[in-house]
């Protein structure tokens, strides 16, 4: 039976994933022109619709096959160099789905030929990737599903839980030493203020 409320849908896609950019059409140019999603909505704004401070800014959506959007801030008042360094891709990195391994080799030619750095294709088993990066320094993926992937994808499911449950174990004491052990065991959604007011106006734009 489901625990959520009536009033609750469950969460079936993503809408958007939001960045910062450096340029609008420098983006633009290499998420439309090069990898082929298209220009959806370019919004000027004026204002942080959250806590209403004067910050103008275009909010860039650019639309996957699938109906869903990669979206981008375009901020130069609060923009600076470093937010442009080429980005570790454990702490964020985009993978594009392709059909199979001829159009992920093709896709890495195009790409290549754009004038970016490529690497690969490596094989993880259950996909396998080819991978680059964008002009704002985020990694990013071109991947395929190889004949096993739902196999595999099946199997690991099964034992999710268990290796969270060993991982844990094994990283606690490291984590708890540099985090805390209140930061670890918190279970809210507002960690970096607590007390912060249900409904309270948020820090940024969303």
């Keep these: 039976m489901s625990n959520l409320l009536p009033a609750l849908s469950p969460l079936g896609n993503m809408h958007h994933l939001a960045l910062r950019c450096r340029d609008a059409e420098q983006t633009r140019w290499f998420?439309?022109?090069?990898?082929?999603?298209?220009?959806?909505?370019?919004?000027?704004?004026?204002?942080n619709p959250g806590t209403r401070e004067k910050r103008p800014y275009l909010h860039l959506f650019l639309a996957f096959g699938d109906g869903n959007y990669l979206a981008f801030f375009d901020d130069p008042t609060h923009a600076r160099p470093e937010h442009f360094e080429l980005k570790d891709s454990y702490d964020i990195h985009i993978a594009f789905e392709t059909s199979n391994r001829e159009s992920m080799l093709a896709w890495r030619d195009k790409i290549a030929t754009a004038g970016d750095f490529i690497f690969g294709p490596v094989d993880h088993d259950f996909v396998e990737s080819v991978y680059f990066f964008d002009p704002n320094g985020y990694a990013l993926e071109v991947t395929h599903k190889t004949k096993i992937h739902d196999t595999v994808m099946r199997r690991e499911t099964l034992a999710a839980r268990d290796h969270i449950a060993r991982w844990t174990e094994r990283t606690r004491a490291r984590k708890v030493e540099l985090f805390g052990a209140e930061a670890i065991d918190a279970r809210a959604s507002a960690l970096r203020d607590p007390v912060a007011p249900r409904g309270s106006a948020p820090p940024e734009q969303y």
């Design 31 to 47: 998420y439309e022109d090069v990898l082929g999603l298209q220009l959806s909505v370019a919004l000027p704004l004026e204002d």
